[in-house]
């Protein structure tokens, strides 16, 4: 589903991934630890083509970041579920017509739109909000709005930025809940995060990064160094 | 279409003030260009009446058979830069000098002989109607071996040549410089209505709306405002060619006011500008999101 190999990444100011390989299997979760700048969000842009390795290859979903042309990256997005720890929803619309949104400007048939996007808010439990606005929602029940549109495209992947970071305790709890129901239902999930109570609550896979570098991999078999 | 259309006019309703104030914004820098339209097509006109007086005037020894003056006459109208010639009659010239000058109208009463020639009257087609194509015609004019003398006031030509000279490099240059600072204000104001919907745009690319789609909505409404800050200047236009008109001065020299092609150019350049500044503004966001 996802694959690094030898991967490197520089930034004018330095080096931000040094020779990262990972694997990522159809419907796997995995959390990405470390430090800020420990290179997770970069991973996260990488995986979404948002940037394009400086050498080694990078696959998902049967694209290669490398290789991808400006009118591939809408394709290789419509995959994915991408969400953020500032929710980018937009102010002036409601929750409804911020899901709605997406599936309009990727050209989904005006008739089935209603429907599917009734579907995802009674998935994330927001029905009931379906008309109000981001500033008359709390900051988790913005995170589900994000959820929810991230989800309305069926996407193979969900990719999660901190998705948490921004929420207190409560939130946190029903939003990781929401992402791990997610990935029940056979939704790869990739989330990037260093909320280290988070981790140990599950027994899900956890690449930690220190300084652009994978330094601990759950999922490694360690007599053997392989992917699992 | 429905989708575009619709976004393309959510934006004037989410944000009612930007959005007349970039119309304003377009609609007066417009009316600036079309204020200047409006003097050069005036001066233009102005020069054209001017202009119209050109003629050459031959005149015609006294005794010239009037089969040679007719032949003469049809040899010179079919030169290429001739228009008409008038045959002007030893009477008819005293007759016009009677009616004309009338502070000589004594003088002229008891003659017992007419002390005026005949003479032809040339006018000059147009575009020809400049001091070389002028001295030209006269050249060959005096050719003739019937022709006494030929007159077309040279100084008079020459200083309507260079009004005309200074008056097009005067406004070709304020032209452009009105239009390129039209195109600047315009492009500024249609780059603030990007960057407000920055977050649309980022939120557009997230989830996989192709480039072309993103673009259209912001397409249209650059067109539209264009349109609409085409029309505001159009009427701002109007308004001041029908002020300037009601001064009782210019009514008689009768300015006039630009016509449909140049206003639906104007109209077209703004809706150009709109589509124009659009575009660049919201490709270079899509490079940078």
New interface residues.
């Given amino acids: 589903m996802i694959r690094f190999a030898h991967v490197f990444k520089d930034y004018p100011k330095g080096a931000a991934l040094k020779n990262v390989s990972l694997h990522v299997a159809k419907g796997e979760f995995v959390f990405l630890t470390g430090h800020s700048g420990a290179g997770k969000s970069t991973i996260l842009k990488l995986m979404q083509g948002a940037l394009q390795p400086t050498s080694g290859q990078v696959r998902i979903s049967g694209f290669n970041i490398a290789e991808l042309g400006?009118?591939e990256?809408?394709?290789?997005?419509?995959r994915?579920g991408?969400v953020f720890q500032d929710f980018?929803?937009?102010d002036?619309r409601t929750a409804e017509e911020n899901i709605a949104?997406?599936l309009?400007?990727?050209?989904a048939r005006?008739d089935s739109i209603p429907a599917r996007v009734m579907r995802v808010l009674t998935q994330v439990g927001l029905a009931a909000k379906a008309h109000a606005y981001p500033q008359e929602l709390s900051g988790g029940e913005q995170q589900r709005v994000a959820l929810a549109?991230a989800l309305v495209?069926d996407p193979a992947i969900v990719l999660a930025d901190e998705p948490t970071g921004n929420l207190d305790e409560r939130a946190t709890r029903g939003v990781f809940q929401l992402i791990r129901e997610i990935n029940a239902s056979g939704t790869c999930v990739v989330m990037a995060t260093h909320d280290l109570d988070l981790v140990k609550q599950t027994t899900y896979r956890t690449i930690e990064l220190r300084e652009g570098a994978v330094v601990f991999d759950s999922g490694l078999d360690e007599t053997a160094g392989e992917p699992v | 279409m429905r989708l575009l259309l619709r976004e393309a006019l959510l934006s004037f309703r989410r944000a009612p003030l930007l959005s007349a104030l970039s119309i304003t914004t377009i609609g007066f820098s417009l009316y600036a260009v079309g204020l200047f339209a409006l003097v050069a097509v005036n001066l233009r006109a102005a020069l054209h009446t001017v202009e119209q007086r050109v003629e050459v005037v031959a005149y015609l020894l006294s005794g010239t058979p009037p089969e040679t003056i007719a032949l003469a006459s049809q040899d010179i109208t079919a030169f290429p830069e001739v228009q008409r010639v008038t045959f002007v009659s030893e009477d008819e010239a005293l007759k016009r000098a009677r009616a004309e000058l009338v502070e000589f109208r004594d003088a002229y009463r008891d003659l017992s002989v007419n002390p005026l020639p005949a003479s032809l009257e040339i006018q000059m087609k147009e575009g020809f109607r400049d001091g070389a194509h002028v001295a030209a015609v006269a050249t060959r004019l005096q050719g003739y071996g019937f022709v006494d003398d030929v007159r077309y006031g040279r100084e008079w030509i020459e200083k309507l040549d260079r009004l005309r000279n200074i008056a097009g490099l005067v406004g070709l240059t304020i032209g452009l410089a009105f239009a390129a600072v039209a195109v600047v204000i315009i492009g500024v104001t249609i780059r603030i209505t990007v960057l407000q919907r920055a977050r649309e745009i980022a939120v557009m690319r997230l989830v996989g709306a192709t480039n072309g789609f993103i673009r259209g909505p912001f397409l249209l409404e650059g067109a539209l405002k264009g349109l609409l800050g085409g029309g505001v200047a159009l009427l701002l236009s109007y308004g001041t060619f029908l002020l300037f008109r009601g001064q009782s001065e210019l009514a008689t020299s009768g300015i006039v006011f630009l016509d449909p092609q140049h206003l639906l150019l104007g109209i077209l350049f703004g809706v150009a500008i709109g589509l124009g500044g659009s575009l660049v503004s919201v490709g270079r966001h899509l490079r940078n999101v």
């Fill in positions: 400006p009118a990256i809408p394709r290789l997005r419509r994915l991408i980018r929803l937009l002036d949104f997406a309009e400007v990727t050209g005006a549109r495209n």
